[in-house]
């Protein structure tokens, strides 16, 4: 159980164009997801997080018109670069936040495979 | 701000036993998470602690004590797949996990 999907995995685009990248939770419903920024050799940077009907959540310092997100259903989140540069070339990687009860309630999130974007 | 600190590196031989701290400064705490992330890939849950101890499960094991703001993860019979970077994780407030910047472990034979 608790399986994440991201598609795409890969994608490789030019400058000034916008990608988007689909997260699911394949076996569970996901009221919260979370999308993350992972640099070379640099651990997770959370970028916002995506509520399920409503608004995501900006970090700071993360444009929120530059990343759009949906989180229209509670299986599916999307986020969308858009007028990618190639300062945008990461590593992007979602969660779902599944609730279990375990002598309390546990939150744990679980991440997809993530999506590598490379901005020529 | 948040602070969390973890070893960069550590080596270990295959079948050997590992320790590898976290210590962190939050303004929150709603438990502690680690997990474990193979290069190129996304990262795979471990365990969580929210309540002071050990917790156990199969070959590691993960510990909290929450008045120390410290945790360690004990891996037991190394195997050359655990080679992977471990990422001790905070969840403060609702949800939001701060992550440290993982260290990198490396099992030789």
């Known amino acids: 159980g608790a399986v994440v999907s991201q598609h795409p995995s890969w994608v490789i685009c030019k400058s000034g164009t916008s990608v988007k990248i689909e997260c699911r939770s394949l076996d569970f419903q996901a009221t919260t997801m979370f999308w993350y920024r992972q640099f070379p050799k640099q651990s997770l940077m959370l970028m916002a997080t995506s509520n399920e009907g409503s608004k995501a959540t900006y970090e700071q310092g993360v444009e929120k018109d530059k990343f759009l997100i949906n989180h229209a259903s509670l299986t599916l989140s999307t986020l969308t670069v858009t007028s990618a540069h190639p300062e945008d070339s990461s590593f992007y990687i979602c969660?779902?936040?599944?609730?279990?009860?375990?002598?309390?309630?546990?939150?744990?999130?679980?991440f997809g495979p993530g999506t590598r974007l490379l901005v020529l | 701000g948040q602070n969390i600190d973890q070893p960069t590196e550590m080596t270990a031989t295959e079948g050997a036993i590992v320790q590898i701290n976290c210590t962190y400064q939050?303004?929150?705490?709603?438990?502690l998470f680690w997990y474990q992330q193979h290069a190129g890939e996304a990262p795979t849950f471990l365990s969580y602690n929210v309540l002071d101890g050990l917790e156990e499960k199969g070959r590691f094991s993960s510990f909290l004590s929450r008045s120390k703001g410290y945790s360690y993860l004990l891996l037991k019979e190394l195997q050359m797949k655990d080679s992977a970077s471990y990422l001790c994780?905070?969840?403060?407030?609702?949800?939001?996990?701060?992550f440290g910047k993982g260290t990198m472990l490396l099992v030789s034979p």
């Open positions: 939050t303004s929150g705490f709603n438990g």
């Open positions: 994780a905070v969840q403060l407030g609702y949800s939001t996990l701060t």
């Open positions: 969660s779902a936040k599944l609730l279990t009860l375990l002598g309390g309630v546990q939150e744990t999130q679980y």
